[in-house]
Nanobody
Framework: VQLQASGGGLAQPGGSLRLSCATSGSIFSINAMGWYHQAPGKQREMVAVVDAGGSIAFADSVKGRFTISRDNAKNITYLQMNSLKPEDTAVYYC??????????????????WGQGTQVTVSS
């Protein structure tokens, strides 16, 4: 079971980018899905999280600019980033709390991380 993030790149200040995070493998259920970012020399921080019921939390720094959504049928989460600022520059990681049921009936919970995608905001 893996997460694959995509959609990063270079944007100008005020521009937009959309990140996607897709799951692969046999997943029974997904609880929270979210995005975190880590700038050079800083700790990884939460950007936005959406739980299975649709409740959403945002970091104060992105409220009003970023939106998060999830497609429960496809187990994909998206982060739409608008009005980008240079301080949004970071590596963005997707995260998901998943439950897997194996062929032998074992039930396992995993806290998965994607590989990270670079977002650079610069003129």
């Amino acid at each position: 079971v893996q997460l694959q993030a995509s959609g990063g790149g270079l944007a100008q200040p005020g521009g937009s980018l959309r990140l996607s995070c897709a799951t692969s493998g046999s997943i029974f259920s997904i609880n929270a899905m979210g995005w975190y970012h880590q700038a050079p020399g800083k700790q990884r921080e939460m950007v936005a999280v959406v739980d299975a019921g649709g409740s959403i939390a945002f970091a104060d720094s992105v409220k009003g600019r970023f939106t998060i959504s999830r497609d429960n049928a496809k187990n994909i989460t998206y982060l739409q980033m608008n009005s980008l600022k240079p301080e949004d520059t970071a590596v963005y990681y997707c995260n998901a709390d998943v439950v897997v049921i194996t062929s032998t009936g074992g039930v396992y919970a995993y806290d998965l991380w994607g590989q990270g995608t670079q977002v650079t905001v610069s003129s």
